[in-house]
């Protein structure tokens, strides 16, 4: 995916979209080429009239995309409850944005990819492990980009949801305030453990098991509640 560093990003097209019974302003943003071709990238959804950022920045999550976890709701992650939660805070919020990284699937090298890693998990590798007998690096995705569409829209003061430091470091590296960061794990089932394990133990994730929260990050996202 090519970086804010390498490529401009347009907004392409926008429009109000019914998220379930709650309407949503849809944004997606891209790349248009020389010859005029257009490249989506980043689809945002925003809750319309949303609240004035100088009361409390805005829920923000950026969420790679997910096809096995978003779509058919696999439990070899915990893709699929993450943006659910995310959702749903936003929307209870009225401030809030989900960022949904378009081209960002297994963490950047692909679906066939990932599904790869997936039959070398199968036999005894892990998530990195997998990854690099592909050839490819443990993690592969860049989130700049997400800065700059939070840039389009207005918003540089967030509330972050997430428990990768690496969103963080890259937001604030673009000049974007995280104020606050939602934790949002603790979504483990019996085939995804290891996964959040090795998240929280090589990959320097901050608690996807969710031993230390007692709360879901929907649940620390909400209104008046203070994110443990």
Known sequence: MPTSDEAVVVRLASAPVPVGATLM?????GQVGADGRETEEVVTLRTLAPRSESAAPPIVRIHSA??????????????????????TAIVRSYNGVLVYMLRQEGRGIGLANKIRAYALQSVGHDTISANLALGFPAESRDFRMAADCLRHLGITRVRLMTNNPEKVAQLAAQGTVVEDRVPLGGFRTPFNEAYLEVKDRLMGHLDALGTAQQVTGLRAALPGQVPQ
């Open 25 to 29: 302003q849809l944004t997606v943003f």
């Open 66 to 87: 997910c096809f096995t976890g978003d779509v058919l709701g696999s439990e070899k992650c915990d893709c699929g409850p993450q943006l659910s939660a995310a959702l």
